[in-house]
């Protein structure tokens, strides 16, 4: 793994960690060799794997979540995706939903005055996507959903993200 990641195993050594968190398709799918190398060297560290909603698990991703300490997965969709299809142990799932990080507030009620700026008042229900604009995050399958939501129900759609797809999705919106 040492052309994986260069120096991983210096740095696990001289830093001692508690767990080494594996995000990202080519970081999990060397997770299990992380796994069975790093409880051979250092017994007290836990390798986490992680799993998002989407698409198909290659095999060596699949492997890396079954020798994993435990998995963090995105959405209760994908923790249900690893226990039905991947015949994981529920127990070994925690979901931690994807999130939105927004600069510090300059003010006391500054969530008010993002609302305002986009037209939602206090009450407003606001469903919040954010994901890169591609073609597979399907936003435009959405757009079409939120728009035959009742009309007497105060509510707004954000979409939140970058991609080739945005431009098509703000004029369809």
């Known amino acids: 793994l040492d052309w994986f990641a260069p ?4 740095a696990v050594e001289s830093i001692s960690p508690d767990l080494i968190l594996c995000m ?10 992380l796994r069975h190398l790093v409880q051979d060297r250092w017994p007290d560290t836990a390798v986490i794997a992680t799993m998002r909603t989407g698409k198909a698990l290659p ?5 890396s979540l079954r020798a994993a300490t435990h998995i963090v997965a995105n959405s209760y969709e994908a923790r249900t ?9 529920a127990e070994k799932i925690s979901v931690i939903h994807n999130s939105l ?5 300059a003010a006391a009620g500054s969530s008010t005055v993002l609302r305002a700026q986009h037209g939602a008042t206090a009450t407003t229900k606001i469903l919040l ?11 435009r399958e959405l757009i079409h959903l939120a728009a035959g939501l009742p009309p ?4 707004q759609l954000w979409l939140a993200g970058e991609g080739p797809a945005r431009a098509a999705c703000a004029q369809l919106a």
């Open 81 to 89: 995706t690893l226990s039905d299809r991947y015949e994981i142990s």
């Open 152 to 155: 007497d129900v105060d509510w």
């Open 59 to 63: 095999y060596f991703f699949r492997r």
């Open 24 to 33: 990202g398709r080519m970081a999990n799918c060397y997770g299990f060799a």
């Open 129 to 139: 996507n954010v994901a890169m604009f591609r073609p597979e995050k399907n936003q």
């Open 7 to 10: 120096g991983l195993f210096n």
């Open 101 to 105: 990080v927004f600069p510090a507030p």
